[in-house]
């Protein structure tokens, strides 16, 4: 495991951020708009996307291992297109992830108004994510879990992974891990039949995103489970359609390829041999990594808290009393979370700080 890049000296508490709207819900906690106040500038403010999850569904679910993981690569990971944790804090009953807002909000939402993108936009994209995936593969990190809804848009149109509640740390080899985890249409053959999986599952999952952006649903897509399952391991995806160039064809054949030892990607070089690859020809990786190319879209925005990019049946939720009250406690006990509490000593801590870090 690395260590973290930012010191661990302290924390701000939920008493230092102002609730604002819902923009995502899970099946353990919610996803809020918040403003960190500022005693200097009451009028100004960060705006974070705080992640509340409730501890007795994580430990319900035997979730324990998987959130200090997220909390780790987090704290760790420092990437143009992966979202930045700036604080971590808990309360008795929950715990609060406090991360970047992107308020051009998920790739997802893109896709079911849009319904499929053109190659120069789904290219530009895949690019933001293969160096986002490029950098997790040096640090010996899986990611396991790339899909559009973990994909945001940031204010400057650039692309940035989220999520690191399915990862895994310490892998180097090509099938250094064993649990059938992930989303099911994105899930490699390899995962599925429990054969070990290593770095060319993302690239598989990769192959897949690559594909429903260019063609509107996942390669293998069927809303029957069983049938998908027979399809990821054995059926071969649609690729007749006209709008694919020749060159998408091929890489996403060489990327959906079932055996995990022949797939784009699963060799020494990694990332670099689908950087290579003729649909990507046309792509300056020194310029998208400092975000030197315009992007397709860029959000635009009525206010600093304009939503509308989040789905609605997040945003017209109404902030319920139970919400209002977890940022009310002030309790930021430790208890059995030791090490989860985080500053990012980029942006220092202000307001309220404790230190609840148990050395």
Request: proline fraction near 4%; include cysteine; charge should be neutral.
């Amino acid at each position: 495991m690395v260590e973290d890049s930012q010191s661990r000296t302290g924390t701000v508490t939920k008493q230092d951020f102002q609730m604002l709207s819902v923009i995502g819900k899970g099946a353990y906690g919610k996803v809020l708009l918040v403003k960190k106040k500022d005693l200097q500038n009451p009028a100004g403010g960060e705006l974070y996307a705080m992640k509340v999850l409730k501890k007795s569904e994580i430990l319900k679910r035997n979730q324990v291992e998987h959130t200090m993981t997220e909390r780790r690569i987090l704290g760790t990971v420092r990437h143009p297109f992966i979202v930045k944790m700036d604080y971590a804090f808990q309360s008795e009953s929950k715990l609060f992830f406090v991360l970047e807002y992107c308020p051009g909000g998920e790739l997802f939402f893109y896709l079911s108004q849009i319904g499929r993108f053109k190659e120069d936009a789904a290219r530009f994209y895949a690019s933001n994510i293969l160096l986002a995936l490029e950098h997790l593969h040096s640090l010996h990190i899986l990611y396991r879990d790339l899909k559009p809804e973990n994909v945001l848009v940031g204010k400057d149109g650039y692309a940035k992974l989220t999520d690191f509640g399915l990862a895994k740390e310490n892998v180097a080899g090509n099938s250094d891990a064993k649990s059938l985890c992930g989303t099911a249409e994105y899930l490699s053959p390899e995962i599925l039949q429990r054969q070990g999986h290593g770095k060319a599952s993302d690239w598989w999952s990769f192959g897949a995103i690559i594909y429903e952006m260019l063609c509107g649903l996942p390669p293998f897509y069927s809303k029957d489970r069983e049938k998908l399952y027979k399809n990821i391991k054995h059926a071969d995806p649609r690729l007749d359609f006209p709008f694919l160039s020749e060159s998408a064809r091929d890489l996403l054949m060489k990327l959906l390829e079932k055996d995990p030892t022949k797939r784009l990607g699963a060799g020494e070089r990694d990332a670099q041999d689908i950087k290579e690859h003729p649909w990507f020809d046309c792509i300056n990786w020194d310029a998208i990594q400092e975000k030197k190319i315009p992007p397709p879209y860029k959000p635009q925005l009525d206010t600093a808290t304009d939503t509308k990019h989040f789905t609605q049946d997040f945003t017209g939720m109404k902030l319920s009393p139970q919400d209002v009250e977890s940022l009310k406690d002030g309790s930021a006990a430790e208890g059995g979370w030791n090490g989860f509490s985080y500053v990012n000593q980029e942006v220092g801590g202000g307001g309220a700080m404790e230190m609840d870090i148990q050395q």
